[in-house]
């Protein structure tokens, strides 16, 4: 990471730029070979270099010795993306010269960042430019994970970092190979591996290694949050980011990592402002760096698995992990969970060729090879058609007689003029064959075609389980505003009011995205969901 060689990682700063820079750092006098933080630190510093020089190094491994990967002289400064939402340091900034520096907390940060928007403009885009730079470097080898392809805990902890924006490297092994790994004393049974700074973590999940990374959520105290969203989606984003905007402090979980179903999108071609179409993963991952930008707590996997009112009119957010969150309202945007087909050997294919998304990650395991889409929605369409670009022959399944019966028209034409891409109307998947990995899919209209992946797109449950006190409908979508159930009116009388637009049957807990009765199920109108849940928030907490 050559700092002097970026602009962007390295921006030049006026005088008044640096002056009020400074004023929000303690100053203090460091000599050559001191350590101003350490990889692994969870608690570290943005550094401002007055004057002298600060290398950046990657530690050495039990594998490789240590790496400079930039130095910093005079008005520059030294920091991580990972300091805007509580992410341990990545890498370790030491003096390599006598040098003055300036201390600014995580705290001042975030006070920096909402009150001068100059140098809030600058400083964003120097880290993101760093962690961008960080991927094409060594600095990658920190953060490794190794495992074998086919096995659904190693895309596990891929499709984490990925989603996170971790930098990070990973190493596929073949069946029964573990090559070095095995002189540390390690086995199959221990995969899949991460390796934190040199550290190996036999049997890695994404919780142990948000863990170790600082990523799991940790109370300040007795705090009590203005609000807690639940679910990291377009709506649960669009929340957050308007709820700090506008000064609430704001607290965002998601079980997996944030972005939901739009994050495995592989192109959204109609939402506003994108003519030329948007990736689902840049989408969320600009909308994540806004999140943070503002102040947005973010934690992830984070799950939280009961939602209950206290005294005083506030929630309590129960976590996995038994930890709570104490909130004065939280918006519920846990969108749904992905429906399988009911076929023998699902289960085992789910490990090995059977997937719920259509991104780079998931292209890389079946790249050029024959493949199924089974759906009839814009998600299907829009899988079947990046997969067919990037050398997929395609089966598109769809069991409805009319294929634009629920999908977009430019896209069934597209698919339809497209020869990459076979479309089965009127048909279902009834049989799948393999050995270790998926071979071959059975449609009943066809026969059997040869497939390295079966895509399903086949709709989503609500997750609402866990919210067994909320209104929900049949189907257990949660109704919310004047389509609450008359039997949960009675308490809003005690109130002295009646539900708030997206607010649910537990007042001050709303709701919004795909998992409310009625939403429109498109990354545009969750959007608007979330944002305009957040003006109902205002008026409960002012109420």
């Known amino acids: 990471m050559d700092t002097a060689s970026d602009p962007i990682q390295r921006p030049e700063l006026t005088d008044a730029q640096w002056e ?52 910093s002289g005079a008005r520059t400064f030294v920091g991580e993306l990972g300091l805007l939402n509580g992410q341990g340091a990545f890498l370790s900034a030491r003096a390599a010269t006598p040098a003055r520096v300036l201390r600014v907390t995580r705290p001042e940060l975030r006070r920096l960042m909402a009150e001068d928007d100059e140098l809030c403009d600058i400083i964003l885009h120097a880290l993101w430019a760093r962690r961008e730079s960080l991927r094409r470097g060594p600095a990658a080898l920190t953060l490794k994970f190794v495992g074998q392809s086919s096995s659904r805990d190693f895309l596990a902890l891929q499709r984490f970092a990925e989603r996170l924006d971790l930098v990070h490297k990973t190493v596929a092994l073949a069946p029964g190979e573990l090559g070095a790994h095995e002189k540390l004393g ?53 929340a957050a980011i308007y709820g700090a905007s506008e000064g609430l402090s704001t607290v965002l979980l998601d079980a997996v990592a944030p972005g939901g179903q739009a994050a495995s999108t592989s192109r959204i071609e ?40 206290v005294e005083d009119r506030q929630l309590d957010v129960t976590l996995a992990d038994g930890r709570l969150i104490r ?22 294919f789910e490990r090995a060729g059977i997937y719920y998304a259509a991104t780079q990650l998931e292209l890389r395991q079946v790249m050029e090879s024959p493949v199924v889409v089974v759906g009839g929605a814009n998600s299907a369409g829009q899988a ?26 430019y896209l069934v034409d597209r698919l339809l003029e497209d020869p990459r891409v076979q479309v089965h109307t009127g048909a279902n998947v009834v049989g799948l064959d393999g050995g270790d990995a998926l071979e071959r899919v059975r449609i009943d209209r066809v026969g059997d075609v040869d497939a390295r992946g079966l895509f399903c797109f086949i709709g989503a449950d609500p997750a609402t389980g866990w919210l067994s006190s909320l209104d929900r409908d049949a189907d257990g979508f949660l109704r919310t505003g004047t389509d609450i159930a008359a039997q949960s009116l009675a308490q809003w009388q005690r109130l002295g009011r009646e539900p708030l637009p997206f607010e649910t049957s537990v007042p001050r807990v709303f709701a919004a ?31």
């Open 20 to 71: 009020r820079l400074c004023g929000f750092g303690v100053p203090e006098r460091v000599e050559a070979g001191d350590y101003l933080f350490r990889s692994g630190d969870r608690t570290y510093d943005l550094i401002l270099v007055d004057e002298g020089e600060v290398e950046i190094v990657r530690d050495s491994l039990f594998w490789i010795e240590e790496a400079v990967l930039a130095r």
């Open 270 to 309: 109609n939402f506003l402002g994108f003519p030329f179409g948007v990736s689902g993963g840049d989408l969320i991952g600009q909308a994540s760096l806004q999140a943070l930008k503002f102040g947005v707590r973010v934690y992830a996997p984070c799950e939280a698995v009961r939602l209950e009112p």
């Open 513 to 543: 995205g795909d998992v409310r009765r009625g939403s429109m199920k498109r990354v545009a109108a969750a959007v608007g969901e979330g944002s305009s849940a957040v003006a109902s928030v205002h008026r409960a907490l002012a109420g």
């Open 327 to 348: 909130t004065r309202t939280a918006i519920v945007t846990s969108g749904a969970a992905y429906r399988r087909l009911d076929l023998e050997r699902w289960a085992d």
């Open 384 to 409: 079947s058609l990046y997969l067919a670009a990037n050398g997929c022959p395609v089966h598109l399944v769809v069991r409805g007689t009319d294929l634009g019966g629920r999908m977009s028209s």
């Open 186 to 238: 390690l086995t199959a049974d221990d995969l899949p591996i991460a390796y934190i700074q040199g550290e190996a973590i036999p049997r890695a999940t994404p919780g142990i290694v948000a863990e170790r990374l600082g990523l799991s959520y940790q109370a300040n105290g007795d705090e009590v949050v203005d609000l807690v969203v639940v679910g990291g989606g377009p709506a649960g984003l669009a």
